[in-house]
């Protein structure tokens, strides 16, 4: 990058000096054709004053120069060869006596023009030009102006001659010496000057791309250096002095960002600062939350165990009557109770119940009516008036909470007068399956949950039995029990895989049905707290009651 930069800013210095010293030497060129032709016509004149002022000595008279071996004619022909000019010498009417280009000829002929009179004897100086066949005259110091074209001009110098004896005009002498070695000499003296300019240019570039080298250098090493004490976290230093330039435009750049990343620093140290406070202070509440979890598991572990304590371990033994249970819970602890009560010989009472809800709140209602239960049921004889007991002790507790409810089912089946007398407190219908005839009868009964209403009447019914009869109580986490395309078990084929086992007993019977619904819901996740009881009527000797409880 800074390679480029010196690159670019050493192409623009150099573009600039010779912008520069082209406009430089366009000027000197201009001078020095002005200065070389001020020069040749001045030294010319120079020549030409000495040459008339002897030649006005020697011509005494014309037949004097007419002479061939006359001393001024002798003088001028030296002259003319020594000069390299052409001399002539003509009388006042403008007849040639003398010219130094007729060589041919002793006596010259013709006549020339005649620029001195006797009245305006002062000499005059000319740049003559023959082009196009005319003669032209230009004032002699303005012949820079035809620089490069000169080999058609001449330098022409007019003078009076004078009588020796008289002193009085006698006639013209004319001087004339070819331009055409001026343009030579001002072709070199360019040329020169062209090497001159072309050699200051090359050192000023050359001075330049030093300096230039220098300037961005010290900057670079500026910049490195703040960059090292920024790697440091120090952000004060700014980079100054660098002018109206690129490396000027970079070094604002580079203050800004430096500016900028020295204030995100700030804020960045400042919000890590905040963020590991946050964090000390996160994982202080992160370890309370897990001393308080590691508190719940302990308290619900613990509920665990009290709920299965107050479900029944060991079920009453009563003769020809068969007892088989089953009881799932999704959590730690669950909302679905029941319990088994032997009233008296050959008595058996028994519930069914579904807490509504989940949760710990379901958990101690279930633990309170099954504690109620097992009081009341000693005090009142019939199902109805130990659902209706049961009911006014929830409502007073609970009736301001309308979402905490119990739906229950009572029966108490007589072994000695084979009959089966049951309420319902809203919960879902047993039914009784009949394997001789293969009759199922819905075991219905009106009645709301418990703890809904107050002083609440609720429906008993009274049903014979026989030897064979199975009476199916059930939880609606049996028949709400979902697969993976969400379609429910449902009451029909509960009552349909009941149907197909008419010979199995009541423990066989409650592993079928059991292994039917996990075979039914596959991978899904259980939902509902599930509860299957099972009282099958035998014969006497067949009296052995069992546990049969997951």
Not at 167 to 183: C, P, R, Y
Request: proline share 3%; with cysteine; charged share 25%.
């Amino acid at each position: 990058m800074l390679s480029n930069l010196r690159f670019t800013l050493s192409v623009k210095w150099a573009l600039a000096l010779f912008v520069a010293f082209a406009a430089a030497t366009l000027l000197l060129m201009s001078i020095l054709r002005l200065w070389v032709t001020g020069e040749y016509v001045k030294v010319q004149q120079e020549k030409f004053e000495q040459i008339v002022m002897e030649a006005d000595r020697l011509i005494t008279s014309p037949e004097a120069l007419l002479a061939p071996d006359s001393e001024a004619r002798a003088y001028l022909n030296g002259a003319s060869r020594f000069s390299n000019m052409q001399i002539v010498v003509s009388e006042t009417e403008g007849v040639k006596l003398y010219d130094s280009m007729d060589f041919m000829s002793q006596y010259p002929h013709g006549r020339t023009e005649l620029h001195v009179s006797s009245k305006d004897q002062a000499p005059k100086m000319r740049s003559r030009t023959t082009r196009m066949s005319n003669v032209q005259h230009y004032d002699p110091n303005r012949s820079y102006r035809f620089a490069g074209s000169l080999e058609d001009f001449s330098l022409v110098y007019y003078a009076a001659l004078h009588d020796a004896r008289s002193g009085a005009f006698s006639g013209q002498i004319m001087l004339a010496v070819s331009m055409a070695g001026l343009d030579e000499t001002i072709a070199r003296q360019r040329w020169r000057v062209a090497g001159l300019v072309a050699g200051l240019y090359i050192i000023a570039v050359l001075i330049s791309i030093f300096f230039i080298s220098r300037c961005v250098r010290r900057p670079t090493r500026q910049l490195t250096a703040i960059c090292n004490r920024m790697a440091d976290m120090n952000f004060d230093e700014k980079m100054e002095g660098c002018g109206k330039n690129e490396i000027g435009d970079l070094a604002a750049a580079f203050n800004t960002m430096a500016y900028s990343l020295g204030r995100s620093v700030r804020d960045f140290e400042e919000k890590n600062r905040e963020l590991i406070d946050f964090s000390s202070e996160l994982e202080s509440r992160n370890q309370d939350l897990n001393r308080r979890q590691r508190m719940i598991e302990f308290d619900l572990r613990l509920a665990h165990r009290i709920q299965q304590e107050l479900l029944p371990q060991i079920y009453p033994k009563v003769k020809g009557l068969q007892i088989s249970a089953a009881n799932f819970q999704v959590g730690e602890i669950g909302g679905d109770c029941f319990d088994f009560y032997k009233l008296d010989d050959g008595r058996l009472g028994a519930f069914i119940g579904d807490v509504s809800g989940k949760g710990i709140s379901a958990a101690l209602v279930m633990s309170m009516v099954t504690v109620l239960f097992s009081q009341l049921k000693d005090q009142y004889q019939s199902p109805s008036e130990i659902l209706g007991k049961v009911n006014d002790i929830m409502y007073r507790h609970f009736g301001a909470q309308h979402s905490i409810y119990l739906t229950c089912f009572f029966v108490v089946v007589d072994m000695n007068e084979m009959t089966m007398t049951f309420s319902c407190a809203g919960h879902n219908p047993p039914f009784l399956f009949r394997p001789k005839t293969g009759e199922i009868s819905p075991l219905e009964a009106e009645g709301f949950g418990l703890g809904m209403f107050s002083s609440v009447t609720f429906q008993e019914k009274t049903m014979p039995l026989q030897k064979g009869d199975k009476v199916i109580l059930y939880t609606d986490g049996v028949v709400d029990s979902r697969n993976e395309s969400g379609s429910m078990f449902g009451h029909d084929r509960l009552v349909q895989k009941v149907k197909e086992n008419p010979n199995a007993n009541s423990f066989r019977l409650t592993h079928f049905l059991v292994e039917e619904l996990e075979e039914f819901a596959g991978d899904t996740p259980r939902q509902d707290d599930l509860t299957l009881l099972i009282l099958e009527v035998g014969d006497e000797d067949n009296s052995i009651n069992g546990k049969d409880e997951a």
